[in-house]
C-alpha cells in the first residue's frame, strides 16, 4: 500500500489550498480515509475524516474551512482548505483504513492514531 501526498507549499493567510492523496495497493472504496497534520512543537491531530458511505467528520478548528473529499475512481482523497491562517501550518499526512467499528467523529476529535496506514506527508506552510 502506498499513500502519496502532494499539494503542500506556502500560502497566504486567507488564502486556499488543495490537497491530494493518491493511492496505490489499497481497496480504495472500502476505506475510511483520513487527514492529520502536524505542526511545529505540536502532536499530529486529526483534521477530517471520510468514511466509506462518504460521512465526513472535521477537527473543531477546521470545520466551515476545510472539506474533505475522495474520488474512489481515481483512488484519490483530497482536502480542500480555505481562509487558512498560520495556525494551520504543518505537515498534512493521508491516512487509510480504521479499524471495523470505529466512530470517525471520536477517532478525529481526539486525534487517534488507529490508521493502518500512512504516508509522508506535505508541507503547508502559511505565512505572510
Known amino acids: 500500500v502506498k499513500l502519496v501526498e502532494s499539494g503542500g507549499t506556502l500560502v497566504q493567510p486567507g488564502g486556499s489550498l488543495r490537497l491530494s492523496c493518491a493511492t496505490s495497493?489499497?481497496?480504495?472504496?472500502?476505506?475510511?480515509m483520513a487527514w492529520f497534520r502536524q505542526g511545529p512543537g505540536k502532536q499530529r491531530e486529526g483534521v477530517a475524516i471520510i468514511d466509506m458511505w462518504r460521512t465526513t467528520a472535521y477537527a473543531d478548528s477546521v470545520k466551515g474551512r476545510f472539506a474533505i473529499s475522495r474520488d474512489n475512481a481515481k483512488k484519490v482523497l483530497y482536502l480542500q482548505m480555505n481562509d487558512l491562517a498560520p495556525e494551520d501550518s504543518g505537515m498534512y499526512y493521508c491516512?487509510?483504513?480504521?479499524?471495523?467499528?470505529?466512530?470517525?467523529?471520536?477517532?478525529?476529535?481526539?486525534?487517534?492514531?488507529?490508521?493502518?496506514?500512512w504516508g509522508q506527508g506535505t508541507q503547508v506552510t502559511v505565512s505572510s
Open positions: 495497493g489499497l481497496a480504495f472504496e472500502e476505506s475510511d
Open positions: 491516512a487509510a483504513e480504521l479499524p471495523h467499528g470505529a466512530d470517525i467523529r471520536v477517532v478525529v476529535s481526539q486525534s487517534l492514531q488507529l490508521f493502518r496506514y
